[in-house]
Structure formats: structure tokens, C-alpha cells
Antibody
Framework: QVQLVQSGAEVKKPGASVKVSCKAS????????ISWVRQAPGQGLEWMGW????????NYAQKLQGRVTMTTDTSTSTAYMELRSLRSDDTAVYYC??????????WGQGTLVTVSS | SYELTQPPSVSVSPGQTARITCSGD??????AYWYQQKSGQAPVLVIY???KRPSGIPERFSGSSSGTMATLTISGAQVEDEADYYC????????????FGGGTKLTVL
């Protein structure tokens, strides 16, 4: 069965960086991409971007361009999302999801990132 | 930037049909996807490519799309269907950037 297991909760200070991991299993990792989606407390879902696990091509949300980097490690079937220059409004649950071309199907359990001084 | 518009809330009694709409200018050319999110849980895909249902999703969930509006229909809504529902699609600019609707809280009582 398809499973995506994310790394644990993080607490960061403003201006710092965070890197969230997402380990995939139950399917051929390089046949799909990984989308990242975040959800601020009490708010809706926000699409952050997508990376192809086949060739590493990326497509980022315009508002995060320059602050976000998505990568994959095909040897371990793991995707990573790094967000830099953190602000308080980056506090959110961050989800990874399997996605053929961007549209998510199976989701990870979520990782809470708290940005606080 | 591209937006998808959903009603904030929909309320039905158990056994009634719930319809949740999603409007967007690119929907005539782009597929809509629907996700169910229960409190404290990760989203679950319930409809993909406008009207297809993933395995394991009850038959009471169906989807359709016409013009600039996509619709999620829950026929005979159950109490356990109470959740937030989000539509998702991409813009038509060629960037293929994803966007979620603002979400609709479905109350079944």
C-alpha cells in the first residue's frame, strides 16, 4: 500500500530554515512526483509546489519562489522541502503528497512547523 | 493569481443530497479534484479528473463539471461525511501551478 511518512514537528525562530522529509513506499518512486501543501492553523490548504521524482524538475508557487527548495533522493525514495527565512506566518502543518503531475492523491500525515521567537 | 471559489458552508440533514460547488475560469480546460479533510487528519482524495472515484470511496460521492463550475455531490449524506471539502485544479497559463479552493464546511445534522 502507498505510504508517505514525514519527519517530526519542528520549532524554529524567525529567519531560520526548516527542512521536512517525506519517505515514500508501496510504489515506484520515480514514476510519480511529490507535491507539498501547507495549512496554517484554522485555514485552508495552500499548494506550495511539485517536484518530479523522475528528473527533479520543479514547479513552485509564485509567492514562495526564492524561499523554497524541493529535492528528492531516489536511492532512499525520500523527498525534501526546505523553506528559508521563516516568518511567523509560515507556521503551519506541511503535507507531502504523491502527485503524477501536481494533483495529489496519497498524502503524508503532516508535519507541524512552528515559527516563534 | 488564479482562484477557485467555494461556498464557506453547506448544511444538510442525514440522507439528503449535498452539493458543493467550485468555480474557476480555467475549469472548462482543466480537471477538478476534490478532497475530504476531517478534523485533525490529512486530506483524502474523493474525486479525481472531474468525476472519477478512487477505489475505497463510497459510491454516494460523485463529481461533475460544466463550464466554469465543478460540483461534488454526496447522495444520501451520512453523519460521517461531515468534514471540510476542498477543490483543486491548475491554472491555464501554462505554468501548471496548483490552486485549492477556500474549502467548504459540510455539516450533516
Amino acid at each position: 500500500q502507498v505510504q508517505l511518512v514525514q519527519s517530526g514537528a519542528e520549532v524554529k525562530k524567525p529567519g531560520a530554515s526548516v527542512k521536512v522529509s517525506c519517505k515514500a513506499s508501496g510504489y515506484t518512486f520515480t514514476s510519480y512526483g511529490i507535491s507539498w501543501v501547507r495549512q496554517a492553523p484554522g485555514q485552508g490548504l495552500e499548494w506550495m509546489g511539485w517536484i518530479s521524482a523522475y528528473n527533479g524538475n520543479t514547479n513552485y508557487a509564485q509567492k514562495l519562489q526564492g524561499r523554497v527548495t524541493m529535492t528528492t533522493d531516489t536511492s532512499t525514495s525520500t523527498a525534501y522541502m526546505e523553506l528559508r527565512s521563516l516568518r511567523s506566518d509560515d507556521t503551519a502543518v506541511y503535507y507531502c503528497a504523491r502527485a503524477k503531475t501536481g494533483d495529489p492523491d496519497y498524502w503524508g500525515q503532516g508535519t507541524l512547523v512552528t515559527v516563534s521567537s | 493569481s488564479y482562484e477557485l471559489t467555494q461556498p464557506p458552508s453547506v448544511s444538510v440533514s442525514p440522507g439528503q443530497t449535498a452539493r458543493i460547488t467550485c468555480s474557476g475560469d480555467a475549469l472548462p480546460k482543466k480537471y477538478a479534484y476534490w478532497y475530504q479533510q476531517k478534523s485533525g487528519q490529512a486530506p483524502v482524495l474523493v474525486i479525481y479528473e472531474d468525476s472519477k472515484r478512487p477505489s475505497g470511496i463510497p459510491e454516494r460521492f460523485s463529481g461533475s463539471s460544466s463550464g466554469t463550475m465543478a460540483t461534488l455531490t454526496i447522495s444520501g449524506a451520512q453523519v460521517e461525511d461531515e468534514a471540510d471539502y476542498y477543490c483543486y485544479s491548475t491554472d491555464s497559463s501554462g505554468n501548471h501551478r496548483g490552486v485549492f479552493g477556500g474549502g467548504t464546511k459540510l455539516t450533516v445534522l
